[in-house]
């Protein structure tokens, strides 16, 4: 079992910055991808972003292109995602989650582990 929890979430203006973390709760091992999904109220959970533990790749979802950044730190089981230029439809609960045996999933039945969330909001 692995156990994610995420942080990094809060209020801010549009145009803002945050840096959100997931920590896991043990080392996975082989091929897997490291995830994050995004889900405002009324509306279903959405791809934001995924990387390969792997190979290093990457997968972002269109809107977040040049905005946002995931990355890794492997020797702390820690997944980022970096959001930049954050604007009002950024604003939801965010969520980490491991894909084991799908590389770059973008779809939430791809993974297989889910952290409790985090809220950003952006305000206008």
């Known amino acids: 079992q692995v156990q994610l929890v995420e942080s990094g979430g809060g209020l801010v203006q549009a145009g803002g910055s945050l840096r959100l973390s997931c920590a896991a709760s043990a080392r996975i091992f082989g091929d897997y991808s490291r995830g994050w999904f995004r889900q405002a109220p009324g509306k279903e959970r959405e791809f934001v972003a995924a990387i390969s533990w792997s190979t290093g790749s990457t997968s972002y979802k269109d809107s977040v292109k040049g905005r946002f950044t995931i990355s890794s730190d492997a020797a702390k089981n820690t997944a980022y995602l970096q959001m930049n230029n954050l604007k009002p439809e950024d604003t939801a609960v965010y969520y980490c989650?491991?894909?084991?045996?799908?590389?770059?999933?973008?779809?939430?039945?791809?993974?297989?582990?889910w952290g409790q969330g985090t809220q950003v909001t952006v305000s206008s």
């Open positions: 989650a491991v894909a084991l045996h799908r590389s770059l999933g973008n779809r939430a039945s791809d993974y297989d582990y």
